[in-house]
């Protein structure tokens, strides 16, 4: 259910809703026009190259390079016991761009626009609901943590 | 086809005005407005009211304001483009003008913005971008700016102390001007001892939140030379664009794709260049939107704006004065206004009426209205009937 | 029906003796490795392991008081590094120490938490740990059906089973999301050398109360824990199942 992803979502009906159910189970989803073969992520139900409605999942690498972050201080409702936090914006290998927070496995003084990121799917393990989201950490970290 | 000109201007009290209702701000730059074009209401053929509605409580805001300026029967409807809502007003006044439907309109850019708390408003501001994908994370307007900024200085090397030296000149040119909220100079060592916001920009690089409301009546050629008794001011340049929400969908995260392109577009229908602009109005809703305006706009080369403004090029005497009634940083942002003040303040200048922050020789004026993150773009080019 | 436990590893406290040593060698035949521990019956458990190892298996045997948090945190850490992983974990070990409660002393009532809830806290959190991390995991908790229930004499029991219940109840809310599944299996009585310590009358009253007229043998309550060591059992979690012959109904 698309109102899995995110701790506070504000779009809980999508036509790419089943997103949220392969990130739950550790994939990360882009889409592909059946029509066209044109991928977008993030993923989206109408191709913008074609127009078409037909469209699947693939699932992304994951691997990504950071192109700019900031340090959010001042958060918004809803955010504000998780403040502060570190937003980045990394080029995915296969297609497009990605945000997210920088994980646990990146420190803040190692953060360079350039580095290479893994995108690691995640769960709020202390929030009684499923709550799942992705972040950005050091290549090789995997959801399993094995 | 005619030509557009603006007769009338009015322009409130910028800030945190808990003295009044938006209705109530409305009326006091109509007021102005109506007796600087020395015109009656009835002279009137309909309003058009830039503002961005989801941050009053009172729903359906054109309708309020149409009625309370007592303007019922009157055609007159809302035009919303986050905070360049006021100049899309501006435009669609534009527009009914040159199409004939209209002959004399007026825009009324109003925002109340102080009826929330600040993190409802970090909140509400915060899902400009791609709501389904980033508000997940807790984005925040001034965090999307940041990006733009660490990217900038990236490219560039350009360095906080020349995005801080925006705030400087604005808050310089903010203390002359009767109508914005902070009337005081700043200096270095208070902006960089500032709270941080979102890193690297803290609470000086950061325009701030406030309530005011603005007019201009814009009329056909004919009507206009007929009634104006001032220079009438032509909108000789309508530049327009959009660009991705998303940061993740923008060609580069240096610049502002849609202020590009509108301004090349109004660059062309007006037949000037960057370089034939006397004073301009840019979007400085955070110091490095307006580094960014400057190399969007064409005023310097791209990467080159915090050189530009660390050379005080954009002060009066500067290759290009900008911002010269204190921008958004000083006067304050009431989002759905904001691009009505920037072309009341850029009529005042090519009519020789600025008192000490005048622009000397202004003949060509620019206004650079930017809405969100930079989807939507709005330059218009104003020049001095001579 | 095949229960898919090939290759598995699991941890099963109190595994020397009783229903522990069944559930130990039921889950090796089902193609588990499984490690057991002990305290002080270290013939007995190298002798489950060497049972453990006939099946084809590999048994391991470490010395740990399960009342110790650092004995099963260590326990675990080497049960993984030995097997390659931790599967399954299965708290099986837990004492009685009866008496009415004017003459229940202090250290009757510590002893007998520490060991049977202390006890299954220190191995659920210890495996817990790691099944959140990897995504996937079976715990199952030995309870007793005098959990659901009072029983003379038995306020410390009683109330560690009951503890043992609930616990297991709110950790199945935790791990959910983590495809780790928690669930209780308690027995009623159980033809084990605690059992036969009972004098008959309490013996031949519990026949009665059962509906099959008999008592469980350890083998016929460690089925039933592989089955909920198995993905067969995937969708059950937070349940508490009755392995007493209708003898609580």
Excluded at chain 1, 28 to 51: L, N, Q, V, Y
Excluded at chain 2, 234 to 246: D, I, K, N, P, Q
Aim: glycine share 10%; proline share 3%.
């Amino acid at each position: 259910m698309f109102k899995w992803f995110g701790k506070v979502n504000f779009s809980p009906f999508t036509k790419v809703a089943d997103f949220a159910q392969h990130l739950k189970e550790g994939h990360i989803m882009g889409s592909r026009c059946k029509t066209c073969g044109a991928t977008s992520f993030p993923p989206r139900a109408d191709c913008s190259e074609c127009m078409s409605g037909d469209f699947e999942f693939f699932e992304i690498s994951g691997k990504a390079k950071l192109h700019t972050y900031t340090k959010i201080v001042a958060a918004p409702t809803g955010f504000q016991d998780l403040a502060p936090y570190i937003v980045g914006v990394a080029d995915l290998e296969e297609t497009g761009r990605i945000l997210a927070w920088i994980g646990e496995t990146i420190k803040e003084d190692e953060i360079k626009i350039g580095m290479d990121v893994q995108v690691v799917p995640q769960i709020f393990d202390e929030l009684e609901e499923i709550k799942v989201y992705y972040s950005l950490e050091k290549p090789g970290t995997s959801w399993t943590k094995m | 086809m005619s030509k557009v000109g603006i007769i009338g201007i009015g322009h409130g009290v910028f800030g945190r005005r808990s003295d009044a209702t938006v209705q109530e701000l409305a009326f006091e730059a109509f007021r102005t407005a109506m007796d600087d074009a020395g015109i009656e209401r009835k002279d009137l053929d309909a309003s058009v009211i830039g503002s961005v509605p989801e941050y009053h409580k009172q729903r359906s805001l054109a309708g309020v304001i149409n009625e309370y300026l007592g303007l019922i029967p009157k055609p007159a409807w809302l035009t919303e483009v986050a905070c360049a809502s006021g100049s899309a007003a501006i435009r669609t006044a534009w527009m009914a003008i040159k199409a004939g439907v209209h002959d004399i309109i007026a825009v009324i850019g109003c925002q109340k913005m102080t009826e929330l708390e600040t993190p409802e408003i970090l909140a509400l501001m915060g899902r400009v971008g791609e709501v389904q994908w980033e508000s997940i994370y807790g984005t925040t307007f001034p965090g999307y700016y940041s990006l733009f900024a660490r990217r900038h200085m990236h490219e560039f090397g350009t360095t906080h102390e020349q995005l801080l030296k925006v705030a400087i000149k604005n808050h310089y040119y903010g203390a002359k001007n009767k109508y914005a909220f902070f009337q005081k100079e700043i200096t270095m060592e208070k902006a960089l001892a500032s709270d941080m916001v979102a890193a690297p920009l803290q609470v000086f690089d950061c325009c701030v939140n406030a309530d005011g409301a603005a007019c201009v009546i814009l009329a056909n050629e004919d009507r206009a030379k007929e009634i104006c008794k001032k220079p009438v001011v032509w909108l000789e340049g309508m530049g327009c664009a959009t660009a991705s929400m998303s940061v993740l969908r923008r060609p580069n995260l240096y610049s502002i794709p849609s202020a590009v392109e509108a301004g090349a577009q109004a660059y062309e229908m007006a037949g000037v260049g960057p370089g034939d602009i006397k004073v301009a109005e840019v979007h400085d809703c955070f110091t490095i939107a307006e580094i960014m305006a400057y190399e969007d706009l064409g005023f310097c080369k791209k990467g080159d704006g915090g050189r530009f403004i660390e050379d005080r090029q954009t002060y009066i005497g500067g290759k290009i004065p900008v911002n010269v009634d204190g921008g958004l940083k000083a006067k304050g942002h009431p989002i759905g206004t904001t691009g009505v003040s920037m072309t009341v303040e850029i009529c005042k200048q090519l009519r020789g009426e600025a008192g000490e922050r005048q622009v000397p020789n202004a003949d060509i004026g620019l206004t650079h209205n930017v809405g969100g993150i930079g989807q939507y773009t709005f330059v218009h080019i104003l020049k001095r009937e001579d | 029906m095949d229960l898919g436990l090939e290759g598995k590893s699991a941890i099963v406290t109190g595994g020397s003796m009783g229903i522990g040593t069944e559930i130990a060698l039921t889950l090796a035949e089902e193609g588990c490795n499984v490690a057991i521990n002990y305290r002080r019956h270290d013939t007995e458990a190298k002798e489950v392991v060497k049972k453990i190892e006939a099946t084809g298996r590999r048994g391991l045997a470490i010395k740990a008081d399960v009342s110790s948090y650092d004995d099963a945190q260590n326990m675990v850490q080497t049960v993984i590094k030995e097997f390659g992983g931790l599967d399954i974990m299965v708290c099986n070990a837990g004492i009685n120490w009866d008496g009415v409660i004017w003459k229940m002393s202090e250290k009757q009532w510590d002893t007998v938490i520490n060991v049977n809830l202390k006890g299954y806290f220190n191995y659920n959190k210890a495996a817990a740990m790691v099944f959140k991390d990897q995504k996937s995991g079976k715990i199952v908790n030995i309870s007793s059906i005098n959990g659901l229930r009072g029983k003379f004499a038995q306020t410390n029991y009683s109330a560690s089973k009951g503890g043992e219940i609930a616990m297991s109840k709110a950790l199945a809310k935790e791990l959910g999301k983590f495809n780790v599944n928690v669930n209780v299996i308690a027995p009623g009585m159980v033809m084990t050398e605690m059992a036969r310590n009972i004098p008959p009358e309490f013996l031949n009253k519990a026949i009665d109360e059962t509906v099959l007229g008999r008592i469980a043998a350890p083998r016929e309550i460690a089925e039933v824990v592989a089955f909920f060591c198995s993905d067969r059992a995937r969708h059950i979690t937070g349940e508490v199942i009755k392995v007493d012959g209708g003898q609580y109904i």
